[in-house]
């Protein structure tokens, strides 16, 4: 796997060395934390209610649309 340095500042890397486990170097420690986000990320997509419309509104939408 191909390296790379960053600079950060002191306050961020003691930040990441919170979150660090036993034997965790800061890398294992990010790409950890990077999982954790993106599943954050995915349950808020799935889990807002921007966009939608309560059921009871869809039924009547619905009805009026095609009404029988």
């Not at 990441?16 to 990320?41: H, P, T, W």
């Not at 921007?50 to 029988?68: N, Q």
Request: hydrophobic share 40%; charged share 35%.
């Amino acid at each position: 796997m191909e390296m790379t340095t960053i600079a950060l500042p002191k306050s961020v890397k003691e930040g990441i060395r919170e979150f660090g486990m036993m034997g965790e170097n800061y890398s294992d420690v990010i790409v950890r934390l990077l999982k954790s986000a993106r599943k954050q990320r995915l349950h808020d997509f799935l889990m807002s209610d921007e966009g939608c419309v309560p059921i009871e509104d869809a039924i009547k939408r619905a009805d009026e649309k095609w009404s029988r």
